[in-house]
């Protein structure tokens, strides 16, 4: 199993920039693909972006393309999601995930995905 502990949220405005990391606990980090999800009130959890084993492949929605970045560091146990040129559209709470498994059509399913953080509040507002 691996816990997952998102932080960096808070209170922009719009144009600004947030790095969100997540961090998880146990020695097979590496092992999984991370992704993040956001939900806005009133919606649906969404897939924003997400990370293979090694970093080598990347997968956004497309309203983040050219926006946001997703990194990670196996040494680290840590994902990151660099969000640049906020808008108030991207008020949610972000959530960090991880999957044993790779498949590109459901990259995106977060039913796919085994193992959630508790989510962290990112604001965008003038």
């Known amino acids: 199993q691996v816990q997952l502990v998102e932080s960096g949220g808070g209170l922009v405005q719009p144009g600004d920039s947030l790095r969100l990391a997540c961090a998880a606990s146990g020695r097979t980090f590496y092992r999984y693909v991370m992704g993040w999800f956001r939900q806005a009130p009133q919606k649906e959890r969404e897939f924003v972006a997400a990370?293979?084993?090694?970093?080598?492949?990347?997968y956004f929605t497309d309203s983040v393309k050219g926006r946001f970045t997703i990194s990670r560091d196996n040494a680290e146990n840590t994902v990151y999601l660099q969000m640049d040129r906020l808008e108030p559209e991207d008020t949610a709470v972000y959530f960090c995930a991880a999957r044993e498994t790779m498949s590109i059509p459901t990259i995106s399913w977060a039913e796919r995905y085994d193992y959630w953080g508790q989510g962290t509040q990112v604001t965008v507002s003038s």
């Open positions: 990370i293979t084993w090694s970093g080598t492949n990347t």
